[in-house]
C-alpha cells in the first residue's frame, strides 16, 4: 500500500538558519512524484516543490530544495536561510503516474516548522 | 486565470443540518480533487472527477455525502444530515491529466471551506 510517513510533528529553527523536514515514501509503482506544501494557519496549501521519480537532478525552487534519495525512498525538505514566514505546518506527498491512477495525493501527517527570532 | 476557488470559506451548522460547498476549478484543469482534512492531520482524498465524470469515491465518502459536477466546471459537494465528526477543512484541487510521468500536473488547490457542525 502506498503511504507517506513524516517522523517529525513539530520543529523549531532560528532564523536565517537552514532546517530540513523529514519524509519517506512508500510504493511499488516506479512512477510516481513527490510535492511539498505548505500550509499556514488561514488554511490555503501552498505548493512549494516537486520531484518526479525519473528525473535524475534533485529538485529545487527558490530558497526550497528537494533531497530524493531513491534507493531508502526518502524526499526530504530542505528551507535555506529561514525567515518568519516560514512558521507553518509543511506536507509531503505522493502522487502515482502509472497508467489507471487518478491523480489523487497521498499526504502524510505533516510537520509543524516554527522559526525563532 | 484566479486559481481554484471555494465558497463558503467557512461554515457553522447545526447537527441535522444539510450543507453545499462550491469549487471553481482552474478553467482548463479537467481533473478535480475534493479532499478533506481534519484538525492536526493530513488531507485524505474523498472524491475525483475527469470532466463531468465521478471516477472515484474513496469510502471515506459515505452516502451521506455527494459530489457532482455538471458539464465538467464548477462542483459542489453536499453534506446530507451533518454530524459533528463533519467537522473539518475540505479542500478542493484541480489539475490536468497529462501523459507525461515526471509533470507535477499543475495540481493547484482552493483555500478550503472549514466546515463546524454544533
Known amino acids: 500500500a502506498q503511504k507517506i510517513t513524516q517522523t517529525q510533528p513539530g520543529m523549531f529553527v532560528q532564523e536565517k538558519e537552514a532546517v530540513t523536514l523529514d519524509c519517506t515514501y512508500d510504493?511499488?509503482?516506479?512512477?510516481?512524484?513527490l510535492f511539498w506544501y505548505k500550509q499556514p494557519s488561514s488554511g490555503e496549501m501552498i505548493f512549494l516543490i516537486y520531484?518526479?521519480?525519473?528525473?535524475?537532478q534533485n529538485a529545487t525552487e527558490g530558497r526550497y530544495s528537494l533531497n530524493f534519495q531513491k534507493a531508502r525512498k526518502s524526499a526530504n525538505l530542505v528551507i535555506s536561510a529561514s525567515q518568519l514566514g516560514d512558521s507553518a505546518m509543511y506536507f509531503c506527498?505522493?502522487?502515482?503516474?502509472?497508467?489507471?491512477?487518478?491523480?489523487?495525493?497521498?499526504f502524510g501527517q505533516g510537520t509543524t516548522l516554527q522559526v525563532k527570532p | 486565470d484566479t486559481g481554484v476557488s471555494q465558497d463558503p470559506r467557512h461554515k457553522i451548522t447545526k447537527r441535522g443540518q444539510n450543507v453545499t460547498f462550491r469549487c471553481d476549478p482552474i478553467?482548463?484543469?479537467?481533473?478535480l480533487y475534493w479532499y478533506r482534512q481534519t484538525l492536526g492531520q493530513g488531507p485524505e482524498f474523498l472524491t475525483y472527477?475527469?470532466?463531468?465524470?465521478?471516477?472515484?469515491k474513496s469510502r471515506l465518502l459515505s452516502n451521506r455525502f455527494s459530489a457532482e459536477r455538471p458539464k465538467g466546471s464548477f462542483s459542489t459537494l453536499e453534506i446530507q444530515r451533518t454530524e459533528q465528526g463533519d467537522s473539518a477543512m475540505y479542500l478542493c484541487?484541480?489539475?490536468?491529466?497529462?501523459?507525461?510521468?515526471?509533470?507535477?500536473?499543475?495540481?493547484?488547490f482552493g483555500s478550503g471551506t472549514r466546515l463546524t457542525v454544533v
Open positions: 484541487a484541480s489539475s490536468l491529466a497529462y501523459k507525461v510521468s515526471s509533470a507535477n500536473y499543475g495540481y493547484t
Open positions: 510504493t511499488s509503482d516506479p512512477s510516481y512524484g
Open positions: 520531484q518526479g521519480s525519473y528525473d535524475q
Open positions: 506527498a505522493m502522487i502515482l503516474h502509472g497508467s489507471g491512477n487518478t491523480g489523487k495525493l497521498i
Open positions: 478553467s482548463e484543469h479537467n481533473r
Open positions: 472527477f475527469q470532466n463531468e465524470a465521478q471516477l472515484e
